[in-house]
């Protein structure tokens, strides 16, 4: 059996199951959606947002790309943006980065071509900014790590400052920002920087 038809065939199984454990399981999420969190991590293939941090369907509004920037011109993860904190109105933004991160090592070694070398520029910029820092670090499995810690900061601070964030935050509180970083290794999930609506006046 092809891969792809094996999938078809588990997810008969898989519904089955949630059909005999709750049946009107499909049917309550049919109406809309509430969810608490946007999610705005990696596209990494060894991060399942929903299991590493053990929420149920419903929970998470998702989006995702390589090395989980937010770039303000790009129409995707604005419109996500917009989407969730405007419409769905989320009390909570995570941007979760990842050590390990590919993307981030293709910008370390500027290998790259085509769309995904434009794309990672973004990172670059951020490298550039913290040269002097990164440049201290002599064991590259650290620098690498630390530019992913660097690239979560800079991905809230352009949250912060976007038309998306900045309307909702005239209009009350939320959302409130979070970077964080996950651990291949070890499975944790670790917080760098909460960012929450200046306070009139700062």
């Excluded at 370390?108 to 670059?124: A, F, K, Q, V």
Aim: proline content about 5%.
């Amino acid at each position: 059996m092809n891969p792809a038809a094996r999938m078809l065939l588990a997810n008969k199984s898989w519904v089955q199951e949630k059909l005999s454990q709750d049946p009107g399981y499909f049917q309550r999420f049919a109406p809309g959606q509430s969810p608490e969190f946007l999610w705005i991590g990696c596209s990494d293939s060894r991060i399942p947002p929903n299991e590493i941090t053990v929420t149920s369907a419903g929970e998470l509004f998702i989006h995702r790309n390589i090395a989980n920037l937010v770039i303000a011109d790009d129409l995707n993860v604005q419109s996500v943006l917009q989407y969730a904190v405007l419409v769905l109105q989320v009390p909570h933004v995570i941007v979760c980065g990842h050590h390990g991160c590919g993307g981030v090592r293709a910008a370390m070694s500027r290998e790259t071509s085509g769309p995904l070398d434009t794309w990672l520029d973004n990172i670059r910029a951020v490298g550039e900014r913290h040269a002097d820092e990164l440049a201290a670090i002599t064991d590259e499995g650290e620098r690498w790590d630390r530019l992913v810690e660097l690239n979560v900061r800079a991905q809230i601070e352009q949250l912060a400052n976007s038309e998306v964030i900045r309307t909702a935050w005239a209009r009350g509180p939320r959302p409130r920002l979070h970077g964080w970083v996950y651990g291949l290794d070890d499975g944790v999930l670790r917080e760098l920087v909460t960012v929450e609506r200046p306070v009139a006046g700062d």
